[in-house]
Structures are given as structure tokens and as C-alpha cells.
């Protein structure tokens, strides 16, 4: 077992996915008992990217459902080609088939349009199933997918049962806008993240970011858990810290400083409110980052212009 888990951290790593050992374990559950995984967490953690790494790293298909509200059960399954069956009919015409064997043509197969959910069942081998922010979807969606997902099957009243030839891995996924049903809890495993601890968030800076030194990766990842204890409208996740990292490391920075950190507030905050209360607070901010909150050149200085078209 031992040996199972390092080969899932080992493979996740290599996919770029900085896995703690929470994350390690409830994949090697969900793997190897084949239950669907629910991951639940703020915005931005990585949640999306579990699923994305682990198709990556089976070496198969990622097939994604995005739920949204009024997704319905046809849009996930399938869907008749009109357009395809209405040239067929036209094209038909005039030949001297059945009714029936006309029918039973333009409501085979060839006229179906598989959605996420089918190709899954039908896929050739296990595909990674995510369904994405399930939570946006309505609780009549839920339902349906219990079904699917416990049954494994799906029937097309044209042509009939299509039973799974391989259960999908599932993954998924809410940000908890609303309560999902205890069924669907039930019949998952879960999985909570949240907001990385130091040490993972700069591991993932410094895995995803090339270029960034260690002491800048360091220094970002302090701002951000410090931004993390404000009361924020949008508090920002990994996916706002790589932004950062991308946007200082584009700028030519080595270490921050007040000035720099003032004019790439918009890469993290997206809410105007957000980005006026962390200016107000920037130099205990600061402080808490190590940073003296003293004037320094600009980003845009003739050292950092300089630097930049010698490179
Ligand atoms: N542990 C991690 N290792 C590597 N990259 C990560 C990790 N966590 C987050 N990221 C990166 O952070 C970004 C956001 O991740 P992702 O989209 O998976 O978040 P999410 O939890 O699905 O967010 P949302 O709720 O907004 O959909 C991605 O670019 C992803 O690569
Ligand atoms: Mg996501």
C-alpha cells in the first residue's frame, strides 16, 4: 500500500500537481475502490486541476461535464442530430423503404450526438469523468445523475440500454453555493480543500512558475496567506498567487516591494472594494511579509527598463 501511494504522489507530481497527503489518500480510495470522488473547497484551489492531472497521469481521456442552473439531462446524454436526420429524410426521399426501416435508420447511432454522460459509458477505455461545480446545477440534475451514476447505464427509448463496458473514474466538484444532497455525499467520497499551507503554496509557485526565486515565491505566498485573514468579497486562491508570481516574474522583480506591489493589485483582487481595503492596510500587510513599506523605484524605473532590453 505503502509503495501505491508514493506511485500516486510520484504520478501526480509529475503532472505538476503538488498533492499533500489528504489528496494522495482519498485518490487512492477513489481509485481503488471505484467511488466517485467529491471535492469540495473555496474558489481557486485546485480542485478542477485533481481531475485534470489524474487523466494526465492514467494516461486516458478527461471527459468534462460543466454544470451550470438549468442544466437538463439531455444536454449531459445525448442529443438527436436534427439537422444530419432532416438531410437524411430529404436525401431518402424517394427511395422505396419502409417506414420503419426509415425510422429505425435516421434513430440509429449515426444520428446521435453523445454529451459528456454517454461518452463516458461508451468511452474505450475509463475516461476521467469530471462533473464540474455540480452545485451550480439544479437539484433535479442531481437526482438524475445519482441515477447514472449508480446504475452505470443509460436508456435511449430508439435504440436501448447502453450498459457501461468501463466504469469512469469520477471526480466532483462544488464550491458550495449550495448544499448538495446527502445521496449524492453518500455515495461519494470526499474530499475538503483548502486554502494551501505555506509550504504547498510555494511548492506550487516555485512548480508552476519557472523563473521565480525562492525568495520571491516565499515572500508572495506570506502576502497571500495574509491577504487570506482580511474579510474580502474575493478572497484569492492559487490560481490568483500563480498569476501574481507570472505577472512579477514578467516585471523583472527579484523581491517585493511597496511600489511594485501597488501597481499589480489588479492581477489578485478582482473587486473594487477588495482592492481599496488592501491598499489601506498595504504596509501592515507588508510588514507582516517582512517587507519595509519604504518607497523604492518604480516597475517601470530606468534600472528595470534597462534590464529589460539587455535581456
Ligand atoms: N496543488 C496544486 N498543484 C499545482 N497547481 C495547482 C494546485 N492547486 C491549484 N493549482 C493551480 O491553481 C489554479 C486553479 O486551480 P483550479 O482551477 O483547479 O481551482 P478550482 O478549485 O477548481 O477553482 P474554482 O472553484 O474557481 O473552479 C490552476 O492553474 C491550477 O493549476
Ligand atoms: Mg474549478
Not at 63 to 86: F, K, P, V
Not at 162 to 176: D, E, G, K, M
Not at 281 to 295: A, D, H, I, M, Y
Request: charged share 30%; glycine share 2%.
Amino acid at each position: 500500500m505503502e509503495a501505491e501511494f508514493k506511485r500516486i504522489a510520484r504520478m501526480l507530481a509529475e503532472q505538476d500537481y503538488v498533492a499533500d497527503e489528504s489528496i494522495v489518500t482519498a485518490l487512492f480510495l477513489a481509485t481503488t475502490l471505484n467511488r466517485p470522488l467529491l471535492i469540495e473547497g473555496p474558489a481557486g484551489v485546485g480542485k478542477t486541476e485533481i481531475a485534470k492531472a489524474m487523466a494526465r497521469a492514467l494516461e486516458t481521456d478527461l471527459i468534462r461535464l460543466q454544470c451550470y442552473e438549468g442544466l437538463d439531462s439531455t444536454t449531459a446524454l445525448y442529443e438527436w442530430n436534427y439537422q444530419h436526420q432532416l438531410l437524411h429524410i430529404k436525401l431518402e426521399e424517394h427511395s422505396t423503404k419502409s417506414i420503419e426501416e426509415k425510422e429505425a435508420e435516421i434513430f440509429s447511432e449515426r444520428f446521435l450526438l453523445k454529451r459528456p454522460l454517454l461518452q463516458a459509458i461508451t468511452h474505450h477505455k475509463p475516461p476521467v469523468l469530471l462533473i464540474d461545480e455540480l452545485d451550480r446545477a439544479d437539484e433535479e440534475f442531481e437526482s438524475f445523475l445519482l441515477e447514472v451514476l449508480s446504475d452505470w447505464q443509460i436508456t435511449i427509448p430508439e435504440i436501448g440500454t447502453i450498459r457501461a463496458s468501463h466504469i469512469p473514474y469520477v471526480v466532483l466538484t462544488s464550491n458550495r453555493t449550495r448544499e448538495l444532497s446527502d445521496a449524492v455525499r453518500r455515495r461519494c467520497l470526499y474530499l475538503w480543500i483548502d486554502y494551501p499551507d505555506f509550504e504547498k503554496e510555494v511548492a506550487i509557485v516555485k512548480q508552476k512558475v519557472p523563473g521565480v526565486n525562492d525568495r520571491l515565491a516565499e515572500q508572495i505566498t506570506r502576502f497571500m496567506e495574509a491577504v487570506r485573514e482580511m474579510h474580502l468579497a474575493k478572497v484569492p486562491g492559487v490560481a490568483e498567487t500563480l498569476d501574481w508570481a507570472r505577472a512579477l516574474v514578467a516585471l523583472h522583480r527579484d523581491v517585493l516591494d511597496q511600489t511594485v506591489v501597488e501597481q499589480t493589485l489588479g492581477v489578485i483582487f478582482k473587486d473594487r472594494q477588495d482592492i481599496e481595503q488592501v491598499r489601506m492596510n498595504l504596509e501592515e500587510l507588508l510588514q507582516k511579509v517582512g517587507v519595509s513599506s519604504r518607497l523604492t523605484p518604480t516597475a517601470f524605473s530606468e534600472d528595470t527598463i534597462r534590464k529589460t532590453t539587455e535581456d
